[in-house]
């Protein structure tokens, strides 16, 4: 190897590690602003087009919609929302993650009209096994239907689900067995949903919260 190729190996490798670190930075400052609730520094950064440069508009814009969020600023969130439905990322995959996501928070609220919103925006995306779960969701959820028990369970043994689509499955066999009065089948599906979750995904302090109060009840043994 001459010494100018590894000379340039060496300026390559110093600018990829101040890439990374500058890209650390920014992540950690963003994360900290979110932690102390400074949500309009959150907006400021995630508009600065060096930050977007490092971190890409996906994740700027992901910043931004959970600031408003968070902040409870419904009126931004809806237009951030609205506009990150619209557009267009490098990685189809971002786009997907955020409508799951954002679609799960919606349904565990009960709110109809932002959950309608996204599983529109899902159909889109053209992936039937993706929207067949997501509107299974939506059904059981938010009509408290019970029409899904077979359904579900079919899907589930072709065994083409895993991680987060197959806890949100599991956790619907368990609404819709609660809701026809089976707390042992109810029970057995809450649990099996926690173990497939990621243990900071949206549904496991719902799936806590409903097993802890329905053994206070005595619901559940």
Avoid: W
Wanted: charged share 25%.
């Amino acid at each position: 190897m001459s010494q100018l190729t590894a000379l340039i190996i060496f300026v390559a490798f110093l600018a990829y590690i101040a890439y990374q670190g500058m890209k650390n930075f920014q992540l950690r400052s963003l994360n900290m602003s979110i932690r102390k609730k400074d949500f309009d520094t959150v907006q400021k950064m995630a508009d600065m087009a060096t930050t977007r440069k490092f971190l890409g508009d996906y994740t700027c814009d992901l910043y931004q919609l959970r600031a408003y969020y968070l902040s409870e600023d419904m009126s931004n969130f809806e237009t951030k929302l609205k506009e990150m439905t619209k557009k267009d990322y490098p990685n189809n995959q971002d786009k997907k993650t955020f409508l799951e996501q954002y679609y799960h928070r919606f349904l565990i609220r009960n709110d109809r009209e932002h959950a309608k919103l996204l599983l529109d925006e899902i159909k889109k995306l053209g992936d039937d096994k993706f929207t067949a779960y997501n509107e299974q969701a939506f059904y059981v959820m938010l009509d408290k239907s019970t029409e899904f028990v077979k359904p579900i369970i079919d899907e589930i043994n072709t065994k083409e689900y895993y991680g987060f689509p197959l806890g949100v499955m599991l956790f619907l066999l368990a609404k819709q067995y609660e809701y026809l009065g089976d707390t042992e089948n109810a029970q057995t599906y809450y649990e099996n949903a926690k173990v497939c979750f990621h243990p900071k995904a949206i549904y496991v302090p719902v799936i806590e919260q409903i097993i802890k109060n329905s053994a206070n009840r005595g619901d559940i043994l």
